[in-house]
């Protein structure tokens, strides 16, 4: 096969894992009110599923790294699928709230992490150099296209049939795509990398590379660390209570859900997007725009919880969705390309943890805020300031400063 057709052969083969990953996944939301329903377990037991998620998908990236490196693709994506497979099949069974916890929080976290976008910014890193940030943006997206694929499909099975059959039929689907994945694909191929991969790896000393103990003591590491957290914090301190946050300003909750979903499809255009541009106008110019872009649409929340109007939202809307995923693309090409050698995935796993951390903390910081304050208006200041120390390091930190 030649190389160009191989390239787009692996673009197209993390999209598309990526894409079976977070979009079911996402679907855990659906199958929130029919476990309420027929359990009676409250709502704060069902949502905490998330939290677990998030930190298992987190917390599981240096391991997943690390396999990567150790034994390759077609070992980490099969065995994620297999893993989401199996998750989604013994969840048809559920029948106590720690099973719920641990097929959906701890097993579709840890899959979600072997088919996401650590293994693929490694893989894809060894068939792009000049467009990597073009190409992780489109791998990125497909989480957004998953979303608007699965759950609405999940939603239909649960309607028609109920919630054990939605996840019965995604199981049992998964399952049987997984010999494919292991053995379909031309995955040797796929590992060896583009020819000037391949050449680059040939020369004297290319094969030790950068460590993980190496990359740990550079300033470039930690900046895109602080990054990730930094932003997750400011990030998931509003968004978690976005919806909810409307209603109280004296929005409809249809509004407020269909504002939420409209973030939720713009933030994949901006995902699509933002290696394009990163790869056009240069990195440190795209990301302060987009940090700029999104204090904005922090400061017109402050707005809007004073002076509640269609207005101010339809100006939040774009502004906020649009800048909503710019920086995960950006920063995963960064590190892709910088930490380049055959430790590249544990490295960037390491990183990519820090984004957990950061989730965790703001959603716990957002709703602790709100308690202690009783509005939204400390939790805004607290994301701002969060907002401000993501962008520091490509302003402080010379090689991001300098970054091309």
Known sequence: MPARRTAVAVLATCFVLNMFGRGLADTYTVFLLPL?????????????VYSIYLLVNGFTAPLVGLLFDRFGPRWVYGAGSACL????????????????YLFVGVLIGFAVSLNGMVPGSALLARWYRARLSTVIGIAFSAIGVGTMIFVPLAQQLVSQYDWRFAYRAFGIGLLLLVPLVLFALPWRAFAAGHPDYQERSRIPGAAQGW???????????????????????GMFAIVVQLVVFLIDAGFSPLAAATTFGVLGMLSSISIMGSGFIADRFGIRRTVTASFAGTATGMLLLMAIAEW?????LGLFVPVFGLCMGTRGPIISSICARHFAGPSVATIYGTIYATNALGAAFGSLMGGVLHDLTGGYRVG?????????????????????????
Request: hydrophobic share 55%; with cysteine; aromatic share 18%.
């Open 36 to 48: 309420e329903r027929e359990f009676g377990w409250t709502r704060s037991e069902l949502t905490g």
């Open 85 to 100: 497979g199996i998750a989604f099949f013994l969840a048809q069974g559920l029948e106590s709230l720690w099973q719920f």
């Open 211 to 233: 460590t993980l103990r190496t990359a740990l003591g550079t300033r470039i590491y930690w900046g895109l660390a602080q990054v990730f957290f930094c932003t997750a914090s």
């Open 308 to 312: 509640p109007s269609i207005l101010l």
């Open 380 to 404: 805004l200041v607290f994301s701002l300031a969060f907002i401000a120390l993501a962008l520091a390091p490509f302003w402080t930190v010379p090689v991001l400063r300098n970054y091309r």
